[in-house]
């Protein structure tokens, strides 16, 4: 059996014109569409630049709220192009209450549902500690007319425990919008050390799963406004695994690219028959895993 998922992974750079970012983002989805796509995957917080390089309460006025005009722009693509979209907002929930959300939308333009980022970042330009509320959707998976999507987003990759949730609550793929890239201080073995990690970590997660990955990059520098780093490289490398780990599609680390790539979400439940980690779990000896640490 197979069920064939044609999926956009639209990889682009940003600007500080929002309005441009978000003219180019639509004539890569409606661009996708046109070849088949009937999934589209944004990178985080595609409609501005990476504002989290510095501490700066200015910049909480880039938050939206999500019933208002700029999220239905893309509510209205997705009916116009009858895709469904993954999209990635800085959320306005409330006066000085701000989250890293990703929403998607259905083919019919439907708001299919949204997650909010839990796992929140705190480094060397990137201070999203500073703008973003950490979520409380809890990890269950979105229902759309392509399938049950576990969305999660770029920090929340580097958790086993988000895919894994994910998973058990029935999520036929597993979707990170990222914003990630490289520090110029950083020697190239160490940034090629880095990307690795990214890439196998999520691959891990799929084949620990049996799950198809979907992970969708910015690409490009982006200056930090401050000064006191070179900014960031953001190295790209979108990438679509099977559920065995497996290369479907990969980006560049360094041009724009839209991929479309056929996912088979089929393929699941013969790797998970060959491989049944999911049924041979020790549900009963793992208690300890909430805690923080085990003396």
């Not at 990307?195 to 930090?224: F, I, K, M, S, Y």
Request: with cysteine; glycine share 8%.
């Amino acid at each position: 059996m197979t069920r064939i998922l044609r999926t956009a992974l639209i990889q682009q750079a940003n600007s500080g014109d929002i309005a441009e970012n978000r003219r180019r983002t639509a004539e890569a989805i409606r661009r996708a569409a046109a070849g088949g796509a009937r999934l589209i995957v944004n990178r985080e917080l595609h409609d501005s630049l990476y504002f989290c390089q510095t501490e700066n309460v200015g910049l909480c006025s880039l938050a939206i709220d999500l019933d208002g005009e700029d999220a239905l722009f893309y509510s209205r693509l997705a009916a116009e192009t009858g895709t469904v979209i993954v999209c990635s907002f800085f959320e306005r929930r409330a006066p000085g209450l701000y989250h890293n959300t990703a929403v998607v939308y259905d083919a019919d333009g439907s708001e299919a549902g949204r997650y909010r980022k839990a796992h929140i970042p705190d480094d060397p330009a990137y201070y999203e500690k500073f703008y973003f509320t950490p979520g409380d959707t809890g990890f269950m998976p979105i229902h759309t007319s392509v399938g049950k999507l576990g969305v999660l987003v770029c920090w929340d990759q580097w958790y086993p425990e988000a895919a894994r949730l994910m998973a058990l609550a029935g999520a036929e793929m597993l979707i990170y919008p990222t914003a990630i890239g490289f520090e110029s201080s950083d020697t190239p073995e160490e940034q090629a050390r880095q990307r690795e990690a990214w890439l196998t970590v999520q691959r891990g997660h799929a084949v620990a799963n049996g799950l198809p990955v979907v992970a969708v990059n910015r690409v490009g520098h982006e200056p930090d406004p401050s000064g006191q780093t070179n900014g960031i490289r953001f190295w790209g490398s979108s990438f679509a695994a099977g559920p065995q780990g497996e290369w479907l599609f990969q980006a560049s680390q360094t041009a724009e690219e839209t991929g479309l790539v056929d996912i088979d979400l089929e393929r699941s439940e013969s790797v998970r028959r060959w491989w049944p980690f999911i049924r041979d779990r020790r549900i009963d000896a793992y208690g300890d895993i909430t805690k923080r640490f085990i003396d």
